[in-house]
């Protein structure tokens, strides 16, 4: 660049704040998601998520807008942490029981870390389950999202043989979904010791009630290899 030429300084400048920026909001809605956890996506405002960030109020606000745009990203992020610990991963194991037990398995692993902070889905859907408006909407399409995941992952099952072929998926999703709530509830509401292993023998016991003698030959989960 020619001396004296600073034409692209204005550019450079812009690029920083914006990256500054970007930097800012990661850290606020990190704060946010942690936050959330603990006292509900309710709780969440942005005068709480000031304090805890040692932010102004106007600051935060720049970044959201209002306290609903910040619940829904809240949301949003929470569902790319979840995809990133456990469908991600899972989906890079054998197509079938494999997947569907990985699926499972780490879905279990995110519940027991959460005893003790809480899972935004399961409280989202307590406090927003009669309240209609984005905020719900945004929570019933994430959960939706992993649902349809596990649902095609028992109908992949189905199709490689290791399910009967008259296996319903959605009840099979169901039941499964149904172990995750219990466990979040006995782990996390009554403390019972030994929850997770409760969880873990019912899943298998689903399973052997819908698998053919090809998925009965799969060895079950390796809880060392993950």
Not at 37 to 44: A, D, K, R
Request: proline residues 4%; glycine residues 8%; neutral net charge.
């Amino acid at each position: 660049m020619p001396a004296g030429d600073r034409s692209n300084e204005p550019r450079a400048s812009l690029k920083s704040g914006l990256q500054k920026g970007r930097q800012t909001r990661a850290a606020i809605l990190e704060a946010a998601l942690g936050l959330a956890s603990q006292i509900g996506l309710e709780g969440l405002s942005i005068g709480a998520l000031a304090e805890v960030t040692s932010m102004s109020k106007s600051g935060v606000f720049a970044h959201f807008g209002s306290r609903e745009e910040l619940q829904i990203s809240v949301v949003r992020e929470y569902h790319a942490k979840f995809e990133e610990e456990i469908f991600y991963p899972a989906v890079r194991e054998a197509r079938g029981l494999p997947r569907l037990r990985a699926m499972f398995d780490r879905w279990v692993k995110r519940v027991s870390v959460e005893i003790d902070s809480g899972c935004i889905y399961i409280s989202g859907a307590v406090e927003f389950d009669d309240r209609p408006g984005p905020v719900r909407d945004a929570l019933v399409r994430m959960v939706r999202t992993w649902h349809d995941a596990l649902e095609r992952a028992i109908r992949i099952a189905i199709e490689e043989g290791h399910l009967r072929p008259d296996t319903d998926p959605m009840q099979m999703l169901f039941e499964i979904h149904g172990l995750i709530l219990a466990l979040h509830h006995d782990a996390r509401f009554m403390r019972n010791p030994g929850a997770v292993e409760r969880a873990y023998r019912a899943f298998e016991r689903i399973v052997a009630d819908y698998r053919t003698s090809d998925g009965a030959d799969l060895p079950l989960r390796s809880r060392g290899a993950r």
